[in-house]
């Protein structure tokens, strides 16, 4: 933990070094253009941030649908082997009852 306020301490003190180093060398102008390049930057991570959670959230949502549809697959088929098994049943039945009609 004391690791990670290190580094968010370094990285707001080299942003305000930089910031300085602007101004010095560009003036207001300098240091608002820094300031919008900064701006920009964090506007751009939190898109991608944003992003990154919608493509997690579709992921599972897909990954649900999936399992969902492979549910019903094996469903459907388990009642095509059952309707199989009947229609076997009812032409051996057919076939029984004119084997035994034609003796």
């Known amino acids: 933990m004391f690791k990670a306020i290190r580094r968010r301490a370094q990285a707001a003190q080299a942003r305000v070094q930089s910031a300085l180093q602007a101004f010095l060398l560009g003036g207001p102008v300098g240091l608002y253009i820094v300031i919008r390049q900064a701006r920009l930057e964090r ?4 898109l991608s941030t944003q992003m990154d959670m919608e493509r ?4 599972r949502h897909i990954a649900g649908m999936r399992h969902l549809q492979n549910d019903l697959i094996g469903r459907q088929q388990a009642l095509n082997i059952t309707a199989i098994q009947f229609w076997n049943f009812c032409d051996r039945k057919a076939a029984e009852a004119r084997q035994g009609g034609a003796s």
């Open 43 to 46: 506007r751009i991570r939190d």
């Open 56 to 59: 997690d959230l579709h992921r």
